[in-house]
């Protein structure tokens, strides 16, 4: 198989379906989305057969079993896949938004339109329900999409395709407005990040390594999700309870999630207070603390290394760092932080506007858990990842960061002067 | 000189300086645009003597005579650069506004706050003015910047950074806020575009061959302006006064501009009617036509070729196209055009909706010349270049296009259930 050739094929198809989805109203892609959905509800059994070849193939060849795990189409997941189409059916279309007309002294009026972005390339690893999940997204926002999942998880995506497909053509809609790369051959991602004719944009879904390779060799823009070390800082003005439920909701809630809090920054004015009820509560849940020689001597724990700062843990570990100011907190954070999402608690208010202003990650809380930042709580309806870019799209990505906004111009015959 | 570890320390200024920047208030920025303008005012003698060195240079050098009128620092432009940071320090200040803050059911209230980039790189060529129009924008949208000037215009542009570094310090902001790199070793462009630790964002101004180049090589988002292929389109329905005036101003208003019309396409059903008119306005104004065969059945003209299609003239010819309908021209346009600015000319509802809806460009027209794409006449104040891209600013940008949102969230201690 020629991968080039395949894959300038797939462009140039999603390019010329681009113009198609840019046109069609909210009612057919509403449309399509639910016929995708009765698509792959109607085809339980073929989707569950597909992803059992998938399942078999990765234990033949040994296959962690977290990867499995992930790989695996259950009757839950399938149920949430068609969940997920009908909620983002039921999303209001943002494509055709227009704001901000206001007239100018020439007499022309000038303002917005929101817009697709075109044609969007996803690449992601081994779990299938994304297929499902970044094709309706993409959908819905009027955009084109090519899939690039997982080698392991080839069959399952390829009979979530084909239900895609039916959809599509239910609806009317062009189907190759959503193509699922058909080759398992690396080479394809390397076509697919460096066709900037046929590509508008690379949103990678995976973990850091895959991402920093896309980054670094596409040729396109692309809209990235790195690292999630979130911070908790506890000020001196921090009401104690809210401090200690937050400090344990950011860590414990979930640990595998970008958004868990993986550094504690504690002021030293209430560390006594709090960090020995919090150790004591982290004991409790299994979570291994490292602090800083300020926090060893108020609670017993390993001694936190220049690296802990760096590190996201992923995992029932948390690094501990008493600080004396805000400006301390926000200088640790502006050297270790990922940008990604931080919080203060504090019941002052001058203190709270600095942190909300002088913070620069893609969310920036007060008195609220990390594990908020996500595009269902923040009311988004759904993501395509969290981006912790500073360009385009900061913080949860949904159908608004897959469009862009054009500017409009209404005159009646006016003539620069 | 080790050009590596003099970038990387500029680098590592303008990210300490843009932590500065972000937390100045409007007053204080405003403040030191103004202090410049002094500057530059009370140095008018010094900067034309560093000019006078350049331009002493360049003549030895042999530049050409467009070169070195671009080169020149006359009264009249120093004038214009004194203007232009008074009214930037004029324009509503970007940072810091909140918008859409809304309750979610979780009783968390999410919304977006305007922030700076951070640190900006502006590559640019000879004209020494563009160093002070960049580093008045960026500094207004508390960003740092760096800027990379031509090498024949670099004792002008010294001359200019001192004003701005004593502007920068009367108002008691780091003076590597704006930095101008000092070496003219062509090297430093391919350290500066490649330094995303500390440059996030960097933006060309030059040819269409510097912009190529740096796209293909940073490793930092480029906020990037290719050709202008703009088009005209007079439909079937257009009120043919208004398209003769805005056929005629979209081109010869001025010849070598971006936004100037390289392709008149004309409905048929009126090309018997504007096509005669219209090739008389233009005789006389010297521009030379290119037409398709079913033009050059009405008028009398050369033949147009594929490549005319494809070709942004800058200079007084035109190429024009006959089409049987809105299809065709939006066809037409969807293949050719550099997805700047094209306009049509109708006084039909549903067809000028149509086209606003369909064409994909970063400026999209009714009943107005092109050459109204600029961020003054947008009322935009100003703009730091005109973007081709799809992603984060489209068209005119201005001080909002050097800023993103970020999320912020304010709770009263709410935990993730």
């Known amino acids: 198989m020629d991968v080039k050739a395949y894959m300038t094929q797939l462009g140039q198809q999603a390019r010329a379906a681009s113009r198609q989805m840019a046109k069609a109203n909210t009612g057919v892609k509403n449309a399509a989305l639910i016929a995708i959905a009765e698509a792959i509800e109607a085809q339980r059994e073929a989707l569950t057969a597909a992803n059992q070849i998938d399942l078999d193939n990765g234990r033949n060849n040994g296959l962690e079993p977290a990867m499995l795990d992930r790989l695996e189409l259950t009757p839950a997941r399938i149920d949430t896949m068609i969940e997920g189409l009908q909620q983002v059916a039921a999303l209001p279309d943002p494509v055709g938004e227009i704001s901000d007309m206001n007239y100018r002294p020439s007499g022309i009026q000038v303002g917005k339109m929101r817009v697709p972005l075109g044609v969007i390339g996803i690449i992601y690893e081994s779990r299938p329900n994304v297929t499902v999940e970044a094709a309706s997204l993409c959908l819905k926002s009027g955009n084109a999409t090519i899939l690039r999942g997982g080698s392991e998880s080839i069959n399952s995506n390829q009979a979530i395709a084909r239900c895609i497909a039916q959809g599509l053509e239910q609806a009317g809609l062009p189907h190759s407005a959503v193509q699922v790369v058909e080759t398992t051959d690396r080479a394809a991602v390397g076509e697919l990040i460096t066709m900037p004719a046929y590509v508008d944009v690379i949103v990678p879904r995976g973990g850091k390594g895959l991402i920093e390779r896309i980054s670094n060799d596409a040729r396109v823009p692309v809209i990235k999700h790195l690292d999630g070390i979130c911070h908790v800082y506890i000020d001196a003005e921090?009401?104690?309870?809210?401090?200690?439920?937050?400090?344990?909701?950011?860590?414990?809630?979930?640990?595998?999630?970008?958004?868990?809090?993986?550094?504690?920054?504690?002021?030293?004015?209430?560390?006594?207070?709090?960090?020995?009820?919090?150790?004591?509560?982290?004991?409790?849940?299994?979570?291994?603390?490292?602090?800083?020689?300020?926090?060893?001597?108020?609670?017993?724990?390993?001694?936190?290394?220049?690296?802990?700062?760096?590190?996201?843990?992923?995992?029932?570990?948390?690094?501990?760092?008493?600080?004396?100011?805000?400006?301390?907190?926000?200088?640790?954070?502006?050297?270790?932080?990922?940008?990604?999402?931080?919080?203060?608690?504090?019941?002052?208010?001058?203190?709270?506007?600095?942190?909300?202003?002088?913070?620069?990650?893609?969310?920036?809380?007060?008195?609220?858990?990390?594990?908020?930042?996500?595009?269902?709580?923040?009311?988004?309806?759904?993501?395509?990842?969290?981006?912790?870019?500073?360009?385009?799209?900061?913080?949860?990505?949904?159908?608004?960061?897959?469009?862009s906004q054009k500017y409009i111009v209404l005159g009646d015959g006016q003539i620069r002067v």
């Open 238 to 403: 921090a009401d104690p309870q809210k401090a200690i439920d937050i400090a344990i909701n950011a860590k414990t809630h979930r640990y595998g999630v970008c958004n868990a809090m993986e550094t504690l920054l504690v002021h030293s004015a209430v560390a006594d207070l709090i960090l020995p009820k919090l150790a004591q509560l982290y004991a409790e849940k299994g979570v291994e603390l490292r602090g800083c020689e300020q926090t060893r001597a108020i609670i017993d724990c390993v001694s936190a290394t220049e690296a802990d700062w760096q590190t996201e843990y992923l995992a029932p570990i948390l690094a501990i760092r008493v600080v004396d100011d805000l400006d301390a907190a926000i200088d640790h954070i502006n050297q270790y932080s990922s940008q990604h999402t931080e919080s203060i608690i504090t019941e002052n208010y001058t203190l709270a506007r600095r942190f909300l202003a002088e913070v620069d990650s893609s969310s920036v809380m007060v008195n609220a858990s990390t594990r908020f930042a996500d595009g269902f709580e923040y009311g988004l309806g759904a993501e395509i990842g969290i981006s912790t870019d500073k360009i385009h799209a900061r913080g949860p990505v949904g159908l608004e960061g897959l469009t």
